[in-house]
T-cell receptor
Framework: GAVVSQHPSRVICKSGTSVKIECRSL??????MFWYRQFPKQSLMLMAT?????????EQGVEKDKFLINHASLTLSTLTVTSAHPEDSSFYIC?????????????FGPGTRLTVT | AQSVTQLDSHVSVSEGTPVLLRCNYS??????LFWYVQHPNKGLQLLLK??????LVKGINGFEAEFKKSETSFHLTKPSAHMSDAAEYFC???????????FGKGNQVVVIP
């Protein structure tokens, strides 16, 4: 099946710094990618939809200036957490859909564990 | 808007006994439904999906689920639990026409030896 990778898998940063997380579709092109956030022992919350060649669409309550998304190519989307604070510590997961007719599936990356100290 | 309800946030089963995880959905249109499994600090792996074909769907690792429109349900079952089944399970719904997914809160499955 399709493969989505994320880098880094874990990152620790100091409060006030910025962190970039990459999401790549390895063997297919993705005009759309999704970014989720998962708090411990909770479900995934959609943060934003990343669109290749255009602006990302953010969910209500998600700060656009804090979580910068860039979909630079058909295989790469990046999420930059700017001026990170400890409350931004979380598990960030990206996904990319693969569709054909009624057959649809989203492939998820392995996630990035962000810890802000 | 679509939504998913998963009751029983924690489920304990003995090894070798059946597993039943309940999922009820709300959707305005004909939905696609999925079950994903997540092991600790890992991404999500697709177990199975329903996309308007057969209502009884067989997935990986011996799991299956039955779509019941009249009950708006998509319960996940496995006849015999293995230790490796200990993980978090998410029921997910997607409406026809857009790519947005709605996740249930998840079931944490513990398998007792």
């Amino acid at each position: 099946g399709a493969v989505v990778s994320q880098h880094p898998s874990r990152v620790i940063c100091k409060s006030g710094t910025s962190v970039k997380i990459e999401c790549r579709s390895l063997d297919f092109q993705a005009t759309t990618m999704f970014w989720y956030r998962q708090f411990p022992k909770q479900s995934l919350m959609l943060m934003a939809t990343s669109n290749e060649g255009s602006k990302a669409t953010y969910e209500q309550g998600v700060e656009k200036d804090k979580f910068l998304i860039n979909h630079a190519s058909l295989t790469l989307s990046t999420l930059t957490v700017t001026s990170a604070h400890p409350e931004d510590s979380s598990f960030y997961i990206c996904s990319a859909p693969v569709a054909g007719g009624r057959s649809y599936e989203q492939y998820f990356g392995p996630g990035t564990r962000l810890t802000v100290t | 808007a679509q939504s998913v309800t998963q009751l029983d946030s924690h489920v304990s089963v003995s090894e070798g006994t059946p597993v039943l995880l309940r999922c009820n959905y709300s959707s305005s249109y004909s939905p696609s439904l999925f079950w994903y499994v997540q092991h600790p600090n890992k991404g999500l792996q697709l177990l199975l999906k329903y996309t308007s074909a057969a209502t009884l769907v067989k997935g990986i690792n011996g799991f299956e689920a039955e779509f019941k429109k009249s009950e708006t349900s998509f319960h996940l079952t496995k006849p015999s639990a293995h230790m490796s089944d200990a993980a978090e399970y998410f029921c997910v719904v997607k409406n026809y026409g857009n790519n947005r997914l709605a996740f249930g809160k998840g079931n944490q499955v513990v398998v007792i030896p």
